[in-house]
């Protein structure tokens, strides 16, 4: 055996040696020369990538740099791009000015310059996480102005100095965008001037919206996402690791080579670098960017941070790892890598003008460049064949939306989801057919386009102004891929699936044609409108490469409002631009000559709510810029996508799901009232209290009650005779109806509306410098008077509005930028209004009187000058925290839940089901929430037992920590085995059944504490609590026939009072089925028997677990773990024993089969994933595995020297990211153990 286990080491290590060679690699079948580089295309744009350049050694230039200088001398076009991809000086970024370090980080940027010398192309420069490392912001701030001095032209720092994007437009077919992918690694907390000069992105979750209108705008074109950390890789910060780093895990190449090869596994399997790709952090940017990504046809991503080349695709996305411009580190070919070289080197990437495209990796030979590899990346694309389409067309067709099989439903299925507007989707309409080379005086198609579930493409007249053709047939796989699976790509996986089918009958609610009325609805009340019109559109050569997605069905074709149609009647014919709602937004915030008509907003907003137009967000405005006489600007608003317009969401299940989750509530059934104002206004309740800065009830009312005046009887009958003729029938009549009823109730619905939203307000000021004054008056009122500041003085007047104590419990008044003054005065003591400032950026000055500022609290940042001039009796809050400090119109205020339903069946507990409801609420002060509560409910049908939990938890109550409160409840029948004390105790099974070892205990407990999760993996947990358990003196079983305590109050309810901490790191690739992945959690405290203070005891429990995959394709992983239980001390009780059994440990043996004062166990499970495969159903993934337990426990008395184990296996079922299962069969020396388990997600 020994001689067995001294080959397979010395065959482990001879393996692991081998694999550690330096030499470029190729995957199987790739070319190592004669590439077939095409030499007979022609380029339009060479990139030349470079990256972690800035560790040249003192007085000379890195191999990486003067190979690349040698391919530069070469270079004869000009005007292409250089992309230096980030850590540009090492160790440390930028010192300042003064620093013994400057002339060493200076040299290594210099060397950098000098590789393209005579060079005449543009070079960008992008930060990595070194270059941050110098005072964050501070430190890219001198790096840019160092470089901008040297190089004073065709030098580009992007993205801006602590902003997260930009973008280049490199040519008409080619997109550059640069991320600063350190920039959301980052702690904002510890940058207070982070995103300062960056006025659309202020959160990460912008960045990623402003990335998919990006590639949305530019589809067409080739994209290159520059970006310092890559999404993909093979190399060190991926978990590849030479296997002399298992030897020499520290740069000191001190040899430590057991803890070497543990410290390699850590981070190979934790991420506990947040550099590492296996971070949690990491992890969800690579996410997002993978999921925002997939459906470009010619997007690569272009990244340095690995010291390495590397060429890797991974499904549509492809991957250049250009990071090793000084350094050299390991890299091998797994996870889909074509190419990988360990040596310092660089990359070309060569766009050729019939889109395709190539990139090239060298690296230095005799400090010449050397080509290594070379690969088509895109071939060119391939044009759509017009030749066979007809040129003629019909005036009209008749057609419906869906085919008559879609919409036939059962009377059951039309019980449980509704009736709503299906039979209109498979009634057949009559309806002109569009010719696109004469519709409008001509349109041809432009780009792509689409939102959470519609499917458009934009088109441009003659005249320059575009058009959205929208199909009417809605995608359900895009509305699941945007809004239900944001970080994980699954719009492949739930095409022809249930889930699908669903999504797609759930879009029967909106009413397919109900747009066509709304114009003319809109006109009656003065609110300006789209003109939308409804076609047939063929498939025809005007729509070109766009016939493949497009053609043959119904379309909206509506005009796109902006700028060119600006003059329109129906747009304003006196307004001079459109914008989007960020840009109206930017312009308020940086000048106050331009302001909003709120009146013409709240009718707007009205008009919604009466035609039942829940989905109303930002994207759904544009808004007309009107000049007045005196130069100010005003902005009106431009409603549009009325597709949601009349929504009928009846049927059981929506009415059940309304009580069960609070979100359901906005998808109403349309009729003459609206139930519940809060949750139908939720898309649109933020931009409200945002815009919606001086007017209050009043005006509200006065809008309705203007709408009430002049949307006539007669003008709705005729608005909706502008429906097809054959859907004027009773479903119409109802809509028709219930609209004339929902007019009389709106004086009311926007009164109850106004309640609502008026309960927290929102004032902004300017990103200029402000007065702003806070007045405290009689009767529970609050005057906001928000001035500009010019010379000094106060002068034009931003807004003001009085609030009061009956409408508003809140108000949040965001200073935002420039030095701003803040005034409270008044001093009034009773019923007053919370009030909280929030400072915001540059240095503010805060004058609170000497009788004032009672429910008032400031914030701003602690880091950063501001001036408080006299505090009153206001509370002050000056940290670094940024989500507190910035304002973020998008930030949402309301509750929400959630449900999860779980059964599953072990033989001691026989089959068991389980609910867990979670309530979410969003304030002020968030961690990342404000206020969770968590209830959780099992029943136990083989003890007929039941447990019942509670716990909420409570954002920063003392820093970063959150309070927890729980409260824990057990009947009498819920039961514990207890087999008596030692490792080797009897089970009589066999002769007494289950029921003798059950045991029962009946729990009360509370617990309250402090909890901390950091966003990188980290959980840190201190609780306090207390509990009351009572064993059941029960006849017939062990507890009262073998076993005999030496406590005569044994069965007396017993009181205990603990403190225990504990330290928990997770982090794992996927978290349903991981390849990769660490847990480690280190568990103590201690308990005290609160009657008998002398009982008391400490314990330990440590654990650690792994996932490492062992195939190349990931299928094939080990799951490894290691989990102990330490007592110290005596004076525990059997159920505070070290337990071993079932899920803890040793799955073959019965839950408690062992109990001690120690306990050990390890096991391993090898398991396999099969490809994942559709169902009708949904997609999903089964794996099976086949597992090992070895463990035993430890007594004071005991001389056992016996080890369990048990053997099994069995096979686990997932379904994108919604259900999990798990079935497994384990035996051991006593038992033949099934169990089982399902989870649902809702």
């Known amino acids: 055996m020994k001689k067995n286990i001294i080959f397979l080491t010395l065959l482990a290590i001879l393996l692991l040696v081998g694999c550690s060679t330096y030499d470029p690699k190729y995957r199987e079948g790739e070319p190592t020369k004669n590439f077939n580089y095409p030499t007979d295309k022609k ?46 000086i090492y160790p440390v970024g930028m010192p300042p000015k003064d620093s013994p370090e400057r002339e060493a980080a200076e040299y290594r940027l210099d060397a950098q310059l000098d590789a393209f010398e005579t060079y005449e192309g543009n070079v960008v420069v992008i930060p990595g996480n070194h270059d941050w490392y110098n005072e964050g912001v501070k430190g890219l701030e001198r790096e840019r102005d160092y470089l901008k001095e040297k190089v004073k032209t065709n030098l580009i720092w992007a993205p801006k100095t602590g902003c997260g994007l930009d973008v280049i437009e490199i040519s008409e077919n080619i997109q550059l965008i640069t991320l600063d992918s350190q920039w959301f690694l980052e702690n904002w907390d510890r940058h207070p001037t982070i995103n300062d000069n960056c006025p659309k992105i202020k959160t990460r979750e912008a960045l990623f919206l402003e990335l998919a209108s990006e590639l949305q705008k530019n589809q067409n074109k080739t994209i290159i996402i520059a970006v310092h950390h890559p999404l993909y890789t093979n190399g060190v910060h991926g978990g590849q690791y030479e296997f002399t780093r298992h030897i020499y895990p520290s740069q000191k190449k001190i040899p430590v080579p057991i803890l070497g090869s543990l410290a390699a596994l850590i981070r190979t399997s934790g991420g506990v670098s947040i550099q590492d790709a296996q971070n949690e952090r990491y992890k969800s940017l690579v996410k997002r960017l993978e999921t925002i990504a997939q459906g470009s046809d010619r997007l690569i991503f272009v990244s340095g941070h690995e010291h390495s080349l590397q060429y890797i695709e991974h499904d549509s996305i492809r991957q250049i790892v250009a990071g090793s411009g000084s350094k050299g580190s390991y890299a091998v070919l797994s996870n889909d890598g074509y190419f990988a070289y360990p040596e310092q080197g660089f990359a070309v990437y060569d766009v050729f003008e019939d889109g395709s495209s190539w990139v090239s990796f060298y690296g230095n030979k005799n400090n010449k460049a050397k080509l290594l590899y070379q690969k088509e990346v895109f071939s060119a694309p391939k044009p759509y064949d017009v030749s066979h389409l007809p040129t003629e067309f019909p005036s009209t067709i008749t057609t419906s939306i869906y085919n008559e099989e879609e919409t036939e439903k059962t009377g059951l299925y039309e019980s449980v989801w509704g009736q709503r507007y299906r039979d209109l989707y498979g009634t057949a309409i009559t309806v002109k057919v569009a010719n696109l080379d004469t519709l409008y005086g001509g349109l041809k198609p432009v780009i792509k386009g689409g939102g959470h579930q519609t499917i458009s493409i934009r088109m441009e007249d003659s005249l320059g102004r575009d058009y959205n053709m929208r199909r009417l047939k809605k995608s359900a796989v895009q509305f699941l891929q945007t809004v239900a699976f944001k970080g994980t790509p699954v719009q492949e996986q739930l095409e022809n699936t249930v889930a699908e089918n669903v999504i797609e009958d759930f879009y029967t609610a909106a009413h397919p044609y109900a747009f066509l009325a709304v114009p003319k609805l809109s006109n009656a009340i003065g609110l300006y409108h789209t003109n939308p019109k409804l076609f047939y559109v063929p498939k025809q050569k005007a729509l070109g490469e766009y016939n493949s997605d497009f053609g043959d069905e119904l379309y909206m074709i509506v005009e796109r409002p902006e700028d060119d149609w600006a003059g329109m009647k129906s747009f304003g014919e006196d307004t001079k631009d459109i914008l989007s709602t960020s840009d109206m937004l930017e312009k308020l915030r940086k000048d106050e000559k331009y302001f909003l008509d709120e009146e013409a907003y709240i009718k707007a907003r009205i008009f919604d709510m009466l035609i039942g137009d829940w989905d109303r967000h930002q994207d759904q405005w544009k808004w007309a810029e009107v000049e007045l006489a005196n130069g100010n600007k005003r902005f009106l608003p431009i409603p549009r996508d009325r597709d949601q317009a009349f929504s009928n969401f009846d049927g059981a299940f929506f009415g059940t799901l309304k009580g069960l989750a609070g979100f359901a509530n906005q998808f109403a059934v349309y009729g003459d009232d609206i139930k519940d104002v809060k949750w139908f206004n939720t898309a649109a309740t933020g931009m409200d209290r945002t815009l919606i800065q001086n007017l209050g009830r009043e005006a509200w009312i006065e809008q309705a009650e203007f709408i009430q005046k002049n949307l006539t009887d007669e003008i709705i009958d005729e608005a909706f005779l502008e429906l097809p003729e054959i859907t004027r029938n009773e479903t119409t009549d109802f809509i028709v109806k219930s609209l004339k009823g929902r007019r009389g109730n709106i004086v009311d619905i926007a009164k109850r509306y106004y309640d609502y939203m008026a309960k927290l307000a929102i004032v902004t000021g300017t990103d200029k410098d402000d007065f702003i004054e806070i007045e405290r008056l009689d009767q529970g009122k609050t005057r906001i008077t928000i001035s500009r500041i010019k010379g000094g003085e106060k002068a034009d007047v931003v807004s003001d509005k009085t609030y009061n104590m009956e409408d508003t419990d809140e108000i949040w008044l965001y200073a935002l930028d420039d030095d701003d003054v803040i005034n409270v005065i008044g001093d009034t003591e009773k019923n007053l209004i919370f009030v909280r400032v929030i400072g915001g950026q540059n240095n503010d000055v805060y004058k609170v009187a000497e009788n004032s500022g009672r429910k008032v609290k400031i914030y701003d940042y602690l880091s950063k000058p501001s001036t408080v001039e006299s505090q009153g009796k206001a509370k002050i809050r000056f940290r670094d925290n940024y989500n507190q400090n910035t304002f973020d119109k998008d930030k949402k205020t309301f509750k929400s839940g959630s449900i999860v339903p779980g059964f599953g069946y072990n033989p001691d507990d026989g089959i068991k089901i389980g609910v867990q409801s979670v309530s979410t609420e969003n304030g002020f002060k968030r961690n990342p929430f404000t206020i969770r509560n968590t209830y959780s409910l099992g029943y136990y049908f083989a003890t007929n037992g039941f447990d019942a939990s509670y716990q909420g938890e409570f954002a920063r109550i003392i820093g970063n920590f959150n309070l927890v409160i729980g409260a824990n409840f057990s009947s009498p029948n819920a039961s514990n085995n207890f087999f008596g004390y030692g490792n080797e105790t009897p089970n009589f099974d066999d002769d007494l059944d289950y029921d003798y070892n059950r045991t029962k205990i009946g729990r009360a407990g509370i617990k309250f504490g402090f909890v901390r999760k950091s966003p990188f993996g980290s959980y840190f947990g201190y609780m306090a609590n207390f509990e009351g358990i009572k064993v059941d003196e029960t006849e017939n079983r062990f507890i009262t026939e073998d076993f005999v305590p030496n406590d005569p109050d044994f069965f007396e309810r017993k009181f205990f009072g603990g403190l225990d901490a504990t330290y928990r790191y997770e982090s794992y690739d996927n978290n349903l089925n991981p390849t990769r992945g660490m847990k480690f959690e280190l ?87 099969f490809n994942q495969f559709k169902t009708s159903f949904l997609p999903f993934q089964i794996g099976i595995f086949g597992g090992y337990d070895l463990g035993r426990v430890w007594t004071e008395e005991g001389d056992s020297n016996k080890w369990h184990d048990s053997y099994g296996g069995g096979l686990w079922i997932n379904s994108a990211e919604a259900l999990s299962a798990k079935f497994s069969l384990f035996s051991s020396a006593e038992d033949l153990r099934f169990t089982f388990g399902f989870g649902f997600k809702f």
Do not use: C, W
């Open 1083 to 1169: 568990n103590g405290g201690g308990k005290l028997n609160l009657e008998d203070l002398d009982r008391n005891f400490g314990y330990i429990k440590p654990y650690l677990g792994f996932y490492n995959a062992l195939s190349e394709n990931r299928k094939l992983v080990l799951k490894s773990q290691v989990q102990a239980h330490f007592n110290i001390g005596d004076d525990y009780e059997f159920y505070q024993a070290a337990q071993l059994g079932g899920n803890s440990g040793l799955r073959g043996f019965r839950q408690q089969r062992f109990t001690g004062k120690k306990a050990f166990a390890t096991g391993a499970d090898l398991r396999y994933s």
């Open 43 to 88: 380029i339009e744009k060479s990139f030349y990538l470079l990256g972690d350049g800035g560790y040249s050694p003192p007085g000379g230039s890195s191999k990486g740099l003067i190979a690349l200088k040698n391919y530069m001398d070469s270079v004869k076009v000009t005007d292409n791009y250089t992309l230096i991809l980030g850590d540009n």
